[in-house]
Structure formats: C-alpha cells, structure tokens
C-alpha cells in the first residue's frame, strides 16, 4: 500500500470483498492470511524448575460458519496437534451467530491429543448464541469448559493451576471468589476471552498468566488506521495481539483462527499459538 487510503474507500472494498465472499466460499478462503504458529516463552511467577518448558497449546476465536469452515478447524488442529504439547488452552468463541454448529467444532476439536488434556473458556459469541449447547457439545468430546473456576493440572513435576473466567459480556470478573483455593505460591494460568479484562485481574493483586483471544488482531489491520476491532470488539480495545505485562500479570492475546463481519484477515493472520513456560527462579540462577 502506497498511500494510506481513505475511509470511504476502504470501507468501499470491504463492501465488495464481503459480496464476493459469500458468493464464493473458495474465494473467501484465498483471501484469509496463511495460519502463523506463534511460539512464546512466557516466565510464570511459582513455576517450580521442573515444569520450566511446559507447553501449552492455545486457539482461539474458532467462529464456525459463516466464514470459517470446517477445512479451517481442522487445519488449526493439526498444526495444534504438531506441536505436541503438554495441554491444550480454548479461549472462547466456537460459535458466531448460532449455537447449531457446536457440535461440529466440538466434533473437529475431539481430535485436539494433548497428554495434560483439553480445556475451554467461552467467548461473548458463545453466550449470545447459546452458552448451554456449546458447553454440552464440548462436554460430550471430553472437553471441560470452565466457568469462574480452577482446577490442579497435576504432572509428575509439579501442579499448574489452571483458571476459566466468563466472557466479560456476562459479568465483571470475580476475581478474588474464582481464585479463592488458589495460592499465591502456585503457579497460574488464567483462560479470559476478552483481554482486557487484565486490567481489573491485575488490580486484584493477581501475579499470574493471562491468555486470551477476542481481538482477532484486528482482523483488519490497514497501515496508518485503526484495526477494525479497536472500533467494534467491546472489552478489546487496549490489547491487540501479542504479549503485555499489566501489573504483576503477564498476558498473551492470540488472533484466533475465524472471521466476523467480513470473510477475510489483512494484516492479522489466524495463529496457532505455543507458549513455553518458564520458571523464574532458572531466571534468577
């Protein structure tokens, strides 16, 4: 791009782009960028050194149908499941307009192999489409969705604490009720769709991981203005992709793999995403 273009015109293309893709699913699908798989070494405050280089998997932002299909999933799996990680992290929005494709991308997503297993967060869209059918869905292909809770990942090198927050949409996180079995001494992963919701974690006191999803990176992501979802994406607007340090929280925003609104990616390509672990106190010796 030459020369920034100006809104009108912009939005003119967007325009026409989004009527030549839903006439044209395979169209639509060439102009989505290729799948990046993002790799992260993240040091999490209590890691015990025997867990440095625990590997955790994260996708988010599914979005099955209208845009996303189920070719788009699969190969989101599969680049997952090369990885071979120790767990695998969904930060929410399976679904876009309607609960009825849960069960396929619960189906997709059954083939997700990880040794520490599968877990889930639900994202806005989950909600506003049917929160009850996306949790059955995933809850009958083995993967548990967790509401404002945590649970002990237990490894033979120590116990990772993982967390599930609510969509933003719904509540304001509680934190301190959610967290209440946790200690500080323990090391956290925390599952929050909508980044910036790290603000009133971090407020807690909370030293922590954060990962999220939500922001598609912006989806589109034009030189000299502002990404789509800085206009649209509500609790999205502060943290775009990539990593941030709120307080004594460390967070990791990942794109996501589906489309809302128009049927491509520019300047934000779907990501898979590999984040190392790392013990603080290997840091220190």
């Keep these: 791009m030459s020369a920034p273009y100006s809104r009108r ?3 003119r293309q967007l325009t ?10 395979a169209l639509a699908r060439e102009r989505k960028q290729k799948l990046m798989i993002e790799r992260v070494e993240i040091h999490v405050p209590g890691l015990p050194p025997a867990m440095d280089g625990f590997r955790i998997a994260q996708l988010s932002d599914l979005h099955l149908e209208p845009f996303t299909t189920e070719d ?11 990885l071979k990680p120790d767990m695998v992290a969904l930060t929410g929005d399976f679904v876009t307009h309607t609960a009825r494709p849960a ?9 997700l192999t990880a040794p520490y297993g599968v877990y889930a967060s639900l994202g806005n869209h989950d909600f506003a489409s049917g929160a009850p059918e996306v949790i059955r869905a995933l809850a009958e292909r083995n993967i548990p969705v967790l509401r404002n809770e945590i649970r002990g990942i237990h490894t033979d090198n120590g116990t990772l604490v993982l967390g599930g927050f609510d969509s933003r949409y719904v509540n304001k996180p509680d934190v301190r009720k959610t967290l209440s079995d946790w200690k500080q001494h323990q090391p956290l992963v925390l599952m929050m769709h909508e980044p910036d919701a790290a603000d009133t974690i971090a407020a807690a006191g909370v030293n922590a991981l954060q990962i999220s ?3 598609h990176g912006g ?4 030189r000299g203005k502002e990404p789509m979802s ?10 775009l992709a990539g990593r941030y340090e709120v307080g004594g929280l460390q967070m990791y925003v990942n794109r996501g793999i589906g489309c809302v609104g128009v049927p491509l990616r520019i300047g934000a390509p779907p990501e898979v995403t590999e984040l190392t672990l790392r013990s603080p106190e290997l840091r220190r010796a």
Excluded: W
């Design 9 to 11: 015109s912009i939005l």
């Design 16 to 25: 026409v782009l989004a009527a030549v893709g839903s006439a044209s699913p």
């Design 72 to 82: 788009d999933i699969l190969l989101s799996v599969q680049a997952c499941n090369a």
């Design 103 to 111: 069960p396929k991308v619960a189906e997709l997503l059954s083939q």
């Design 213 to 215: 999803g939500h922001t």
């Design 219 to 222: 989806q589109l992501v034009f």
């Design 230 to 239: 800085l206009r649209r994406a509500k609790f999205g607007k502060k943290y």
